[in-house]
């Protein structure tokens, strides 16, 4: 079976809990195992969002994943990008893995949110999806629908 | 024991944060402006007992007269870090083996 790691930045952003979830559904949907890496502040939003786990079976925390992880672990890297540490971690975890990446990068500052595809089109050769938002996931689920029919071409 | 710098920066005081809540081009650069020897590692490079978060080439300022070196800390909610400790001269060839050109 094929693995995928979703990689969570901080959830201050108010779209990234139901992103993830919504990612981790499409991505089982796929045939992928999926694996959720966080911090805990993120992983307690998905705890109460998802409380049976019918979406997101499996967590880790994202510190003890990236000491522990190692190029070939997985198929699939899906990086939420959404801060500048959120760009280093993706960045690390990309060139760690040196898999297929895709960095969801959302923002609502258009200048941060072009820092930020900048960034990590410099510095990997993942596939960007890219959308300005906050609140609102639509605009990001929109584009991340069309990055998975592309992958599964 | 191996040296491990999350238990290290809980557990002494005689490091310095030299920049803090920042971004990591910023820590970068400060790293290269006060360090009078750099060496650049990989992404994901294990140092001082973790992986090194950032955009490669990833600087880490070495002062071989005052014994300490400069490195980037990353955390999820907090941003990057740069911060100035104290390495034994053994930890600072491990990390002089592991570096890449620029």
């Known amino acids: 079976m094929k693995k995928a790691l979703i990689l969570l930045g901080c959830p201050e952003s108010p779209a990234q809990t139901p992103m993830a979830v919504y990612a981790a559904y499409k991505l089982t949907d796929m045939g992928y195992d999926v694996t959720i890496a966080s911090n805990p502040a993120a992983m307690r939003l998905l705890d109460v969002s998802d409380p049976e786990e019918q979406y997101v079976n499996n967590k880790i925390d994202l510190e003890s994943c ?23 971690f993706f960045v ?3 060139h760690v893995l040196n898999t297929k990446s895709i960095a969801l990068i959302f923002e609502k500052d258009p200048s941060q949110l072009e820092d930020f595809e900048k960034q990590v089109s410099e510095s990997t050769e993942a596939q960007i999806v890219s959308a300005k938002a906050y609140h609102n996931p639509t605009p990001i689920r929109v584009k991340f629908d069309r990055a998975l029919e592309q992958l599964e071409d | 024991m191996s040296f491990c710098l999350e238990t290290y920066l809980q557990q002494s005081d005689d490091y310095e944060i030299l920049l803090s809540r920042a971004g990591f081009k910023d820590c970068a650069k400060i790293i290269e402006e006060k360090s009078p020897e750099i060496v650049y590692v990989k992404a994901g490079e294990k140092i001082l007992g973790v992986r090194l978060i950032g955009i490669p ?35 600072l060839d491990k990390i002089k083996s592991v570096a890449i050109e620029k």
């Open chain 1, 66 to 88: 990236l000491e522990n992880l190692n190029e070939g672990d997985y198929d699939l890297l899906l990086g939420f990008v959404h801060k500048d540490a959120a760009v280093a």
């Open chain 1, 92 to 94: 690390t975890f990309y």
């Open chain 2, 57 to 91: 080439p990833i600087p880490i300022g070495v002062d071989e007269e005052k014994g300490t070196i400069i490195l980037t800390y990353t955390k999820p909610c907090y941003g990057t870090a740069a911060i100035e400790l104290p390495v034994d001269s053994e930890e």
